[in-house]
Every structure is written in structure tokens, then in C-alpha cells.
């Protein structure tokens, strides 16, 4: 018996012998009649066996001492034989090859030939030589596969079937992909878990398909969820906090990654599983951050969360240029940082006196800027400062210097008296200031001895001059004077003072007279040939100064900076060599009495023609006046006399012979002087369109409309309102306005808004928001027993500002949370919400109702938390902290409310309960009818504020110009 394809050259040389037998049989004998051919196999079928191999099998054939097995490869024209088994076989494996087509071919062998054959049906031995997994996300896989290399494939194609498995589960179906495809996405999966795969091929032919790999499947990971609501935040102290949110359940620790200055993200640490936040404190200022996260376990790593940036920009330096009584000058540097981001950082400036506790904000200045000018301060006063960049979405950086510090600066005492010395005879000098420059305050005049040392001479709140006696001929001296503050707090004057005991003589005959344009030109009559020049003194409020200086033998001397109206007064005294004197010559009083010109104008242009109007007509002083029109090309340009314009005159009109940006100005001559009116810049081109035009607040009384700062000068806005596709203006608004109030809109209606900007060139295209739904009016049920405030109550409920406890009612009489008056405040005044605060807030999570409106005054520093960065938004707010927020909010939205002498508080049985740091606060509302007393004229600082009271307030702040 032979077994698979051993022994084949042997049968098939019988089959030969057999074959030549029965040629010479039939030569030498007659033909006799042929026994009937054996059947062919019945049933010829093929299997897969292993990966490897093809079992083939058939039906036994009665009568069959053996078969005969062919096999077709590939769609070949001819059959090759494979094996010839024995009677006894009805089965064979064959070993193939992946990526081929085979067709077999049976035939049963007798005693005497071949039988009749039968064909199988054609077998495809394909599947996938490698499997490739890729996690797509946290429940998606892709799986792809390779066909084996010089496949032939069936004509109708392979399906790719997969299976799935969770670690140590059962093989499930995952799907079928598309006829012919590479690569099947799995999905609905968990995340972070480990999953096998295996590939099938289902061609339709006969066998089943071989599942790829042969036994355990590959493996592969699901992605973790990507941590969700990265918050990157500065503290006051100057680290970065960080926190997110996350559903992943399967991570095992959280990693954290930061790039500085644009550059390649790093590993900054690897948290435990859980974790939701982390303090960097390896930052420095001058430097832009990014931040991400993601999850990892054993085997799988999650996606990264959305990028946090930072911009840590803030000052590092800040020191006083210069103090004077009213004024400190201030400078800052900035750390070297990359240029582009420098725009982001606007300084934001705060100031407070010496001995207060409440911060007061100084300015809020343009990036770039490292200067600022703080006016009209108290004299002889200590300021302490502290500065910090605001970003462009609101956030604040550190302070400079560091939290809890300040920057401490005195300002000067009023030390500009006009000190001034000559001599009277070779033994004599006498001094002199301006008594009522003293305001009060006491001279000391002192005298520097041989030593250098300063000497006393006089100490006097009364006097304004001494004379100086038993000098030495021809010697120089030197005095000085001091100016001391009741404050015991002192200065001198100026620079120390040396005069020679040498008489000079005093010049004569000085007049002022004015010139053309702006300028007085003060001349003098002096008949002496000893003088090396002369001095020329002014006197505007009271306080004479040096203000020019001539050559000898030059007897005027042109003034050309001159004051805007008031008293004027000059003085001259002759100058000869080094620290000799005369005594001063006087000239007459003057009046600088100019005529008022227009500062505030508007234009429009016309086919070609430019209309130039201000509001009030040009004043009529006769022939003393002339006025003409200027006008210039460029902020460079050289100012040019255009036109004559008459008095009394509302407008002037010109042909525009070049399209650009000009300026004009009106100029009015008087007697020799010339004054000049503001500017206005005519814009050389349309304004842009409007930007951020939504609406921030409605009530069944009003829609309160916002937008941003335009890039391009603008005049003014156009405010159209569309109801039942009818559409109209309904306002205007003026170039700096960023609001505008909608009185009119139906409660219940769905108007669309739309906004055009314009100036004198042309007008913007218009910008249309989506429709929005005013409020219906609401009706309060329980304000029968508070009369005074019902009125104010109803009208900010219809305005959208505020809200009833239920539809009904309002509970005038209930206590506000500070979360609550934040909302209202911010709201009347129409300061937005802010998306996230300045730094780490610890009681006002995301996603509350009121966390926009607190994280907005924690921006604007319109609150201040805690050491511990809490806020306390349902604490109940009291009137004295009500009444520090309201100026603070003023402040910001740039609604300027009166000065007020803390003095009002006089009035008020309870003054001296108000605490320090609320007393300037309650006086400015008091001063400005924001507040009044309660019963019994108390001002109960400390007492809780009502939903009631809130509501007058307010109102009262709506209707304050």
C-alpha cells in the first residue's frame, strides 16, 4: 500500500507496462469488447486542515484497486498529479501554499485503467500573513491586515472577517469588513482595556476559513479619555495652577507636560490616578507656557487634553523717576521676552496711602508702555504702589513687588517760591520768595560758613524776604532755603543759591507786549555796559520762575510759551560775570483773555465736498478776533492756512482735492496772540465692521447691546432693529461708546439687531446678529409695604437685570449674597461675564450660575479674596462692602461718579462705625445720592444689604450722568 505521494514513480510505471501489454495484445490477437470504465469519485471535497494544508476527500468507487489525484493550481490549463492513493484511501492532505487557488481532480483506478473523473469545486488557501491594530480612541480600534505576497485571488473577491476578545474572555464577532478591504474599525469598546483580534478571509469556496494569527489573537490597548477643561492659571505668587476634569476610569497614573517659548513639549511629572490638578512653580517671568495631559495605565496611553497657555510677562522693576507735591512719576522695565506676546501685557497700576487698607486702581495703560505720570496727589503724602500686567482675556500676572509688598513714595511739598537773591552794596544782599507760594508752610533760610556747613539765618511762616548784612566785599555766598510741612516733612527750595557782594543796576522800563502768534515779547531799557546778559522771570498763579535768559546788549526777549488764560506777569534783572545781581524790574500785569473755541466737531463729505460744524458759533469780539481754518496731512505734517473763517460761524465747507487722513484745526488770532482749538483727524478711509456685536443682557424693558473697540476711526453707530422682518434704526451711538441701551423692544418679541459704523468718509458694512427673545414683563406680588422701592424694584426686573425668588414673587426684604449683587452690579453697568478668573478661586467652581460674574470682578479686581484665594459668594454682602464694590465697578466700566470729602459722613449718627477701608466709599455713593441713610440717619455699614435697597441703588446708579 502506498501512502500520499510516496511510491508515485512506481505506479506510475505499472501504469506504463500495463499501458505496452495491452498495444501488442490487441496487434496479435482480434479486438475483443472493452469491460465498462469505472465510475468517477462522487462527492469530491476540499477543506482547510491546518494553515498549511488541503484535505481532499471523495466517495469510495466499488471495484477501484487505487485513485488517481490531480491538482490545478492558480487557474493552470493542465492538472499535475499529486499523489496515487491505495483502494483503501478516500482522503489526502496536500500541502499548499497561502495566497493560491486549487482545483482537484479524482479518478479510480481498476485492474485494468482509469476510470471516469471527478473535479472539485476550485479552493482558495488565503489569509492575512500579518495583522496590524492601532488605537483610534478611548473605544475605537483599527484593524488592518496584508494579503500574502503574488496572491491569487478568487474572482468574486474576499470578505475580511474579525473576531474580538476581551483579555481571558470568549472570541466574539467584531464585524465584516467591505468586499476587498485592508482595515475594519472596531468601535463601542472600553476604554483603556486589552483586546485580541484575528482575521478571516471568507471567499465563498469550498473549506472553512483559516482565522489569522493560527492561536492566541494580537493584542492591542484602547486609548484613555483625554482629560477634559484644562485650566492654566497664574496665583498671585507668581506659579501656574493647574486643573481638569476627566472620565477615564482605568488610568493608573496622569502625566503632565509643559513647552516653553514655542519650543518642544517635556515631561514636567507623572501623577498618581486621580489626580486633578498641579502647581508649577518652575516658572519664570518673561516666558510663554503651554500645558497638556494625558492618561496612561499599563498598556495604553490616552490623548492629550487641549492646550493651557500662560503669558508670565509682568514688570520686574519699578521706581520713582521723580516726586513732586501733586505728582510721582513711575517707570518699570520688563523682562526680555519674545516681542510677539508683548502686546498681550497692558501694565495695570494701584495705589493706596500710607496707613489704608484698600488698593485703588491708578491706571490701565496700553502695552508696551513703562511710564506713567500719577497727578493730583496730596502733597508732603506717602503712596505705596504695586504693578502687575493684565492679559488681553483678563487675567492678571503677580504683583511687582511680590504679593504682600509695595513700592512706598513720597511726595514733595510745594517748593517752587521763586528764590532769588542780589546785592544790595559790597556788604549787603538781600533774599527773596514768594510768600504765598509758602501756602502755610515755614522757610528756613540758612547760609553755608567757610566750612560748607549750613548755618540758620531765618525760620519764618510770615516773611518773604531777609537781608543778608557785615559781608565781606567782592565775596560770593551761598544760601539756601528749606521749605518745611506741618508734617515736619521738608525740602529745599531749589538749588543752593551763591550771590557776590557787588551792586549792579536794575534795568528799566519793562513792559510786555504781545506778537504774532501765541507770543509776548518783553523788552527792557538798560544804559550800562557791564552786564553779561539778563534773566527773565514769569509769574502765572501766584509763583514767579526762571523762564528765559538773553545775551548781553539784547534788551526783549520773545515768550512763546504761554498759559491759556489768566494773569500773567514778567520780571527782569541784569546778570553780570559769575553770580553778580541786580534787583528786578518789573513789568505790568497782563490778561491772556482768549476767546472759547469749539473742542468737539463733526464732518461729513459730500460728492467731493467736506463739511466741517462744531456746536456752539464762534464767539464776536469785533476786529480783535480773526479766526482761520488749518489743516494738515499726516501726524508729521506742517500745519497749513486754509481759509478764513467769519465769526460767529457753525460750519465751514471745502473741496477735498486728496483722498487721506487729515487734520484740522481752527486758530484764533487776538491781538498779536493766537489760540487753538482741538483736533479733528478726518479719516482717509471706511470704518471695518463691527466686531463682538451681541447682546449681553435683556429684560422686558431693555436690551442692553455691547461690541468691541473698532480697529478704524469711527464717528459713531447706527443701531437698526428688525421685528416681523420690518427694519428700522432705533439709535445711534456716539465713536467712544461700546453699548447702547434698546428702551423700546417689545416684551415677548424676538427682534434681530443690526449695527453700521460710520465717519465723515463712508460707512462699515453692517453686521447682524442672530435673533434673540426679549423677556416678557414680570409682576412682583409682594412689594404692597415697600412703595419706595417698588418702582426701582419693577424696572430693573423688566431691564433683565434682576429676578423674582418664584414668577411671582421677590422677597424685597431678603438679604443679597455677594454672588448675587455681583451679577446685578456687573450687569447694570454692562461688564461681561469672564470665561475663567485671573488665578485659583477655591470656592467658586466652573459651571455654576454665578462663577461668570465672580471670576469677572475677581478680574477687575472689583473683589479681592482671601490668603486662602476664596471669594465667599454666598456670604451675605453688607452695605459697606456693597458700597467699595460699586466704586470699584464705576471705575472700571469708566462711569465717572463725583468726588467727595469724606467729610459728608459728618451727618450721619453712625460715621464713626464705618471702617477705614469702606469710609471714602461710602462718602463718594453718599456724595453722589447713590446712598442714603436708614432709619435714624445711620449709614449701618456693617448691616446686610437688601434685595430692596440693592434695587434703588442701583436705579440711581442707571439715571447718574
Not at 464577532?173 to 485592508?182: D, F
Not at 557776590?500 to 509776548?520: F, Y
Not at 469711527?714 to 432705533?730: A, E, P
Not at 417689545?746 to 442672530?770: F, L, Q
Amino acid at each position: 500500500m502506498f501512502s500520499g505521494s510516496r511510491g508515485l514513480p512506481a505506479r506510475l510505471g505499472i501504469v506504463a507496462c500495463l499501458s505496452l501489454f495491452l498495444l501488442f495484445a490487441c496487434a496479435a490477437a482480434p479486438i475483443p469488447s472493452f469491460a465498462a470504465l469505472l465510475p468517477a469519485p462522487v462527492s469530491v471535497q476540499v477543506s482547510n486542515n491546518t494553515w498549511n494544508q488541503f484535505k481532499v476527500e471523495w466517495a469510495a468507487v466499488p471495484g477501484a484497486t487505487g485513485y488517481w489525484l490531480q491538482r490545478r493550481t492558480d487557474g493552470a490549463s493542465t492538472f499535475d498529479t499529486v499523489a496515487m492513493p491505495p483502494a483503501t484511501q478516500t482522503s489526502y492532505l496536500d500541502i499548499v501554499q497561502n495566497g493560491h487557488l486549487y482545483s482537484y481532480r479524482v479518478q479510480a483506478i481498476g485492474n485494468s485503467e482509469p476510470g471516469l473523473s471527478a473535479d472539485s469545486t476550485p479552493a482558495s488557501m488565503l489569509w492575512p500573513t500579518q495583522i496590524g491594530l492601532t488605537p483610534l480612541a478611548s473605544d475605537k480600534v483599527e484593524v488592518s491586515w496584508t494579503l500574502p505576497a503574488n496572491s491569487w485571488l478568487p474572482s468574486n473577491g474576499y470578505i475580511p472577517v474579525i473576531e474580538r476578545r476581551a483579555s481571558g474572555g470568549s472570541w466574539i464577532s467584531a464585524g465584516r469588513a467591505a468586499l476587498g478591504a485592508a482595515t475594519f474599525t472596531d468601535t463601542g469598546l472600553t476604554e483603556g482595556t486589552r483586546y485580541e483580534y484575528r482575521v478571516q478571509f471568507d471567499t465563498g469556496l469550498p473549506g472553512n476559513p483559516l482565522w489569522y494569527p493560527t492561536t492566541d489573537g494580537q493584542s492591542v490597548y484602547t486609548k484613555l479619555r483625554a482629560p477634559s477643561s484644562l485650566n492654566a492659571s497664574l496665583t498671585p505668587y507668581g506659579t501656574v495652577d493647574l486643573t481638569w476634569m476627566t472620565t477615564a476610569t482605568l488610568a493608573a497614573s496622569t502625566q503632565v507636560e509643559r513647552s516653553s517659548d514655542g519650543g518642544p513639549f517635556t515631561l514636567l511629572v507623572t501623577l498618581g490616578a486621580g489626580t486633578l490638578s498641579y502647581s508649577d512653580g518652575a516658572v519664570a517671568n518673561g516666558h510663554v507656557y503651554r500645558y497638556r495631559v494625558r492618561h496612561q495605565n499599563a498598556g495604553s496611553s490616552g490623548d492629550w487634553s487641549p492646550e493651557g497657555r500662560i503669558i508670565l510677562l509682568y514688570p520686574d522693576t519699578m521706581t520713582a523717576e521723580a516726586a513732586y507735591p501733586d505728582q510721582i512719576n513711575l517707570a518699570w522695565t520688563w523682562p526680555s521676552a519674545d516681542p510677539s506676546v508683548l502686546g498681550e501685557a497692558r501694565p495695570r497700576i494701584e495705589r493706596r496711602k500710607a496707613g489704608e487698607s484698600v488698593w485703588t486702581l491708578a491706571a490701565l495703560l496700553d502695552p508696551g508702555v513703562t511710564s506713567f505720570r500719577d497727578q493730583a496727589l496730596t502733597p508732603d503724602t506717602v503712596y505705596n504702589y504695586r504693578i502687575q500686567a493684565q492679559y488681553a482675556d483678563g487675567s492678571l500676572s503677580p504683583w511687582y513687588p511680590a504679593a504682600g509688598q509695595a513700592r512706598e513714595i513720597r511726595t514733595g511739598i510745594a517748593w517752587n517760591v521763586g528764590f532769588s537773591g542780589h546785592a544790595l552794596s559790597a556788604t549787603m544782599v538781600r533774599l527773596e520768595w514768594d510768600f504765598d507760594a509758602l501756602g502755610g508752610k515755614t522757610a528756613i533760610l540758612e547760609r553755608y560758613d567757610s566750612a560748607g556747613v549750613p548755618q540758620v539765618l531765618l525760620t519764618s511762616s510770615s516773611e518773604s524776604s531777609f537781608i543778608d548784612t557785615d559781608l565781606l566785599p567782592g565775596t560770593e555766598y551761598t544760601w539756601r532755603l528749606t521749605i518745611r510741612a506741618p508734617s515736619g516733612y521738608s525740602t529745599t527750595s531749589s538749588d543752593p543759591l551763591t550771590v557776590k557782594t557787588e551792586a549792579a543796576p536794575t534795568p528799566a522800563n519793562a513792559k510786555a507786549a504781545p506778537a504774532a502768534a501765541d507770543r509776548v515779547v518783553i523788552s527792557w531799557q538798560y544804559d550800562f555796559t557791564q552786564e553779561s546778559g539778563f534773566e527773565v522771570w514769569r509769574r502765572t498763579s501766584g509763583t514767579w520762575e526762571l523762564v528765559g535768559e538773553t545775551n548781553r546788549n539784547i534788551q526783549y526777549w520773545t515768550d512763546t510759551a504761554l498759559p491759556a488764560g489768566g494773569q500773567v506777569q514778567w520780571k527782569v534783572r541784569a546778570v553780570r560775570g559769575n553770580h553778580v545781581y541786580s534787583a528786578f524790574a518789573l513789568t505790568g500785569s497782563r490778561t491772556l483773555d482768549m476767546p472759547a473755541l469749539p473742542q468737539t466737531f463733526d464732518a461729513l463729505m459730500k460728492l467731493g465736498r467736506v463739511t466741517l460744524s462744531w456746536a456752539a458759533p464762534l464767539p464776536d469780539k469785533g476786529s480783535e478776533v480773526l479766526y482761520r481754518l488749518e489743516g494738515r496731512s499726516g501726524l508729521n505734517g506742517i500745519w497749513k492756512d486754509m481759509m478764513a473763517i467769519p465769526a460767529g460761524s457753525r460750519s465751514v465747507e471745502w473741496f477735498l482735492m486728496d483722498i487721506g487722513e487729515m487734520d484740522y484745526r481752527i486758530r484764533a488770532d487776538v491781538k498779536g496772540l493766537s489760540l487753538y482749538s482741538g483736533m479733528y483727524v478726518f479719516p482717509g478711509r471706511a470704518p471695518e465692521a463691527v466686531s463682538g456685536f451681541k447682546a449681553v443682557s435683556s429684560g422686558a424693558g431693555q436690551v442692553t447691546l455691547v461690541w468691541d473697540e473698532p480697529d478704524t476711526a469711527v464717528s459713531g453707530f447706527r443701531i437698526f432693529r428688525t421685528d416681523d422682518g420690518v427694519r428700522r434704526q432705533i439709535g445711534t451711538a456716539a465713536g467712544t461708546a461700546r453699548r447702547y441701551p434698546d428702551t423700546s423692544a417689545m416684551p415677548g418679541s424676538k427682534p434681530r439687531y443690526s449695527i453700521i459704523a460710520w465717519n465723515a468718509y463712508t460707512t462699515s458694512p453692517e453686521v447682524t446678529m442672530s435673533p434673540i427673545t426679549v423677556p416678557a414683563a414680570t409682576t412682583f406680588t409682594d412689594l404692597r409695604n415697600y412703595g419706595w422701592a417698588a418702582p426701582a424694584i419693577n424696572r430693573l426686573a423688566s431691564l433683565g437685570i434682576t429676578n423674582g425668588t418664584t414668577r411671582t414673587s421677590y422677597s424685597p426684604g431678603k438679604g443679597l449674597t455677594r454672588a448675587e449683587y455681583m451679577k446685578m452690579l456687573l450687569t447694570t453697568l454692562g461688564i461681561p461675564q469672564a470665561d475663567r478668573p485671573p488665578g485659583p478661586v477655591a470656592d467658586v467652581p466652573a459651571g455654576v450660575w454665578y462663577a461668570g460674574w465672580m471670576y469677572a470682578a475677581l478680574t477687575h479686581g472689583i473683589l479681592q479674596p482671601d490668603a486662602s484665594g476664596r471669594l465667599f459668594p454666598a456670604a451675605a454682602i453688607t452695605r459697606g462692602e456693597m458700597a467699595l464694590c460699586t466704586q470699584y465697578a464705576c471705575l472700571v466700566a469708566g462711569k465717572t461718579m463725583a468726588a467727595a470729602e469724606v467729610s459728608v459722613l459728618d451727618a450721619f449718627s453712625d460715621q464713626e462705625d464705618i471702617p477705614e477701608a469702606y469710609r471714602g466709599a461710602m462718602a463718594t455713593l453718599v456724595g453722589n445720592k447713590l446712598l442714603v441713610g436708614s432709619s435714624g440717619r445711620n449709614l449701618a455699614p456693617a448691616a446686610g444689604l437688601t434685595r430692596a435697597e440693592s434695587a434703588v441703588i442701583l436705579v440711581r446708579l442707571l439715571d447718574m450722568k
